[in-house]
């Protein structure tokens, strides 16, 4: 699975956007898929994981109530909704596909795919 995210930019404090995650391949349901971020200086982090169905979603507590996770299996896409966006989130937003929910979420160690990143910057 080749995995490659899309639609990052500049946004003032507050404002809203929708990063996407394009996947190749016929596999793509078969994987839970996560959106990870790096800010500079700082290791990456968890940010959410969606099912491979799409029945079970979960949120880093730092964006719970403020980015919404889809995915689309006939498209092999993965969206971020981000609203309230806050200087804090500006990062390197990557998408990242695994076996299953749990190797996906912070402290498991399963990622079988990473995508390459999009910048994502919110101005105060």
């Known amino acids: 699975v080749q995995l490659q995210a899309s639609g990052g930019g500049l946004v003032q404090a507050g404002g809203s956007l929708r990063i996407s995650c394009a996947a190749s391949?016929?596999?793509?349901?078969?994987?839970?898929m996560g959106w990870f971020r790096q800010a500079p200086g700082k290791e990456r982090e968890f940010v959410s994981v969606?099912?491979?169905?799409?029945?079970?979603?979960y949120y880093a507590d730092s964006v719970k109530g403020r980015f919404t996770i889809s995915r689309d299996n006939v498209k092999n896409t993965v969206d971020l909704q981000m609203i309230s966006l806050e200087p804090e989130d500006t990062a390197v937003y990557y998408c990242a596909a695994g076996l299953a929910v749990n190797t996906v979420l912070p402290g498991a160690d399963g990622i079988r795919y990473w995508g390459k990143g999009t910048q994502v910057t919110v101005s105060s």
């Open positions: 391949g016929r596999t793509f349901s078969y994987y839970a």
């Open positions: 969606i099912s491979s169905n799409g029945g079970t979603t």
